[in-house]
Nanobody, 119 residues
Framework: QVQLVESGGGLVQPGGSLRLSCVVS????????MSWYRQAPGKEREIVAA????????NYADAVKGRFTISRDNAKNMVYLQMNSLKPEDSAVYYC????????????WGLGTQVTVSS
């Protein structure tokens, strides 16, 4: 059974930071490209960041470049999203995804974690 479980979301003030975590089980984690997506109310789900299976390559949406960092620990089956300088427009449900290839659409998804940026 494949499971992706996100954690670390919450309420933060503009300019603050959060670190999201996702633990993956049921698949050979080190063979999968991992990504973070987000979906705000009334909007489509959009990619935020992606990381190749080895961790050597990453890719970011223009809206988060320079503020967010994706990383992974293949020994722990974990992927992370460090979010700094958060803005109200970053508020969304954030989803972890596992894909068969780097930058491919995920085939497995977590249930999401809510991030709210507000004063």
């Amino acid at each position: 059974q494949v499971q992706l479980v996100e954690s670390g979301g919450g309420l933060v003030q503009p300019g603050g930071s959060l670190r999201l975590s996702c633990v993956v089980s049921g698949v050979p984690f080190s063979s999968y490209g991992m990504s973070w997506y987000r979906q705000a109310p009334g909007k489509e789900r959009e990619i935020v960041a992606a990381i190749i299976s080895t961790g050597r390559n990453t890719n970011y949406a223009d809206a988060v470049k320079g503020r967010f960092t994706i990383s992974r620990d293949n020994a722990k089956n974990m992927v992370y999203l460090q979010m700094n300088s958060l803005k109200p427009e970053d508020s969304a449900v954030y989803y972890c995804g596992a894909a068969w290839g780097y930058l491919s659409r995920p085939v497995y998804w977590g249930l999401g974690t809510q991030v709210t940026v507000s004063s």
